[in-house]
């Protein structure tokens, strides 16, 4: 204190007495600032817009901030004993390390000491605690990855693919495919046929049985051995099985709205090359990414660059242009998953993957060696036990909200797009048929295409076409038609015709005669 001729000089506050026992016994408040805490300090306390965490409108030209770190900040200035002035880092980054050292947004303000305190979700991770400091976490979260929701009626056309996933099908095909060979083969070598006529056990009537059956409608060439029928019993059973799991699961495909979106990972988004993805610049995401050792984040990382040099939105340090390039791009950006939460929910045109990024944690920051962190922490401590945080939560937390396109209230009405599927597969097997059946004519003409060949021995032309011209119309459909009939042949065809007839009126002469022969002698 001051004395009255203003030097530094001592106070007595008080004295300690120690009895015999060693108990030491204070009297007088030596530090009546304890009870104080800071005793009406001042802070300049530095945040980021970040709802719902950090939020904020204006009165008057004034900002009044509301949001989770709001009331975590009165509640500490109620309990500690001190008043606060917000502001906000000119960059509004949360702040990343430069080459020559310093950091950016909040984390360099508290690097320079601009500032007292940093409340705002920033995430605590090593390379910060090198210039500044955090206190105990007050909020454990994770992140994801934000999209657009895919327009549904973009995948209509899969319709009647989508109830089995793609290696089903094609398993079915196989098993379809080497279910008939094998039965084709028992029935070829079976003894129960030995006598009979082999034509009807071919591979194509067994193939195309085999495909009735498994559309349950069966054919008309049962096989009659034992062993056939042993094997198409089994193949009826798994017949319905894949029936009734297909149906069920088409009409649930038909009837409720599922969006089925084109990744889910971040290792399926790195593998696709449709969207390109960003982050929020000078956050936590950038540093993740960038100094990760995992080969997927450093894939991250690489798109991320990619996308900034065509575009330097892509590490825009504003969430809402990374919004309006989803909405308008095939897009997607990483993000704190409750913020992303508050974002789809308010704007049922966009969702959420299912993988979610390992977890952060967000403590409050304050300058490097700051005498104050233990207090901070003591008192974070405190709120965690008393749970005053999950009041928090439920105040300023997105409300669960259901789209309309996400969930329906009544029978689903069937429109043309969600079955023209089936339309295209009429078309599909219209087409596959003509292709058969030009197939068809060209094996109808294999004899004129391989009988007719000219022999290169031949080299007059004129003989040689004259010869192919002989041999064309011998031929027509596979089948030999009719010698063209000649003058020498006319002829021909009649004396033989007059010679019948002749025959035929000498046959009737002597019947004649044998009958009047018989009426004389009578």
């Not at 204070?26 to 800071?38: A, E, K, L, Q, S």
């Not at 944690?361 to 060696?369: K, T």
Request: net charge neutral; aromatic share 12%.
């Amino acid at each position: 204190m001051n004395d009255s001729r203003n030097r530094r000089s001592f106070q007595l506050v008080g004295n300690v007495h120690v009895n015999n026992s060693g108990m030491r016994t204070m009297y007088g408040d030596i530090f009546p600032n304890v009870n104080f805490h800071f005793n009406g300090r001042e802070f300049l306390a530095t945040t980021n817009w970040w709802p719902p965490f950090m939020d904020r409108y204006e009165v008057n030209g004034t900002r009044v901030y509301f949001g989770f770190c709001q009331d975590l900040l009165d509640e500490l200035a109620s309990q500690l004993n001190f008043t606060y002035i917000m502001t906000e880092p000119a960059d509004k980054e949360w702040g990343f390390a430069l080459d020559n050292g310093s950091w950016t947004g909040m984390i360099g303000e508290l690097q320079r000491e601009e500032v007292d305190l940093m409340i705002a979700p920033a995430s605590i991770q090593a390379g910060r605690e090198m210039v500044m400091d955090f206190t105990h976490p007050y909020y454990f979260d994770t992140s994801t990855i934000l999209m657009k929701r895919p327009d549904p009626n973009k995948t209509k056309w899969r319709t009647l693919i989508d109830p089995f996933a793609d290696i089903v099908h094609m398993c079915i095909w196989i098993t379809l495919s080497l279910a008939a060979l094998i039965l084709t083969l028992l029935e070829k070598i079976n003894p129960f046929y030995r006598h009979q006529d082999e034509e009807h056990r071919t591979y194509q009537n067994t193939f195309w049985y085999m495909f009735g059956a498994l559309l349950t409608q069966g054919g008309d060439r049962l096989p009659e051995s034992q062993t056939g029928r042993t094997l198409i019993s089994f193949w009826w059973l798994f017949s319905i099985i894949m029936v009734a799991t297909y149906s069920g699961n088409l009409i649930a495909f038909l009837t409720v709205a599922k969006d089925k979106l084109p990744f889910n990972s971040l290792a399926e988004l790195v593998a696709q090359s449709e969207y390109g993805w960003g982050t929020l610049g000078g956050t936590y995401f950038i540093t993740m990414f960038k100094d990760s050792t995992l080969p997927v984040y450093l894939k991250v990382w690489d798109g991320v660059v990619k996308a900034n040099a065509s575009d330097p939105r892509a590490l825009s340090p504003d969430p809402a242009i990374h919004i309006q390039k989803i909405l308008q791009e095939d897009y997607v950006y990483f993000g704190d998953k409750v913020v992303m939460d508050m974002r789809r929910v308010n704007d049922c045109r966009l969702t959420t993957v299912g993988e979610e990024i390992p977890n952060m944690s967000y403590g409050v920051g304050l300058p490097n060696h700051s005498p104050y962190t233990n207090i901070f922490s003591n008192k974070i401590l405190e709120l965690l036990e008393s749970g005053i945080f999950s009041i928090y939560t439920h105040r300023h937390w997105p409300k669960v909200n259901y789209c309309k396109e996400t969930i329906q209230a009544s029978a689903k009405e069937i429109s043309l797009i969600d079955v023209h599927s089936a339309f295209i597969l009429i078309g599909i097997g219209i087409a596959f048929a003509s292709l058969v059946l030009l197939c068809e004519f060209l094996m109808r003409y294999r004899f004129k295409l391989f009988s007719c060949l000219i022999s290169q021995s031949i080299k007059d032309r004129h003989v040689a076409n004259k010869k192919f011209r002989d041999c064309q119309t011998l031929y027509i459909d596979g089948r030999q038609k009719p010698e063209p009939e000649t003058s020498e042949r006319r002829r021909s065809v009649a004396m033989k015709s007059e010679e019948r007839g002749s025959n035929v009126n000498k046959l009737d002469n002597k019947r004649t005669l044998e009958t009047n022969d018989k009426q004389d002698l009578s």
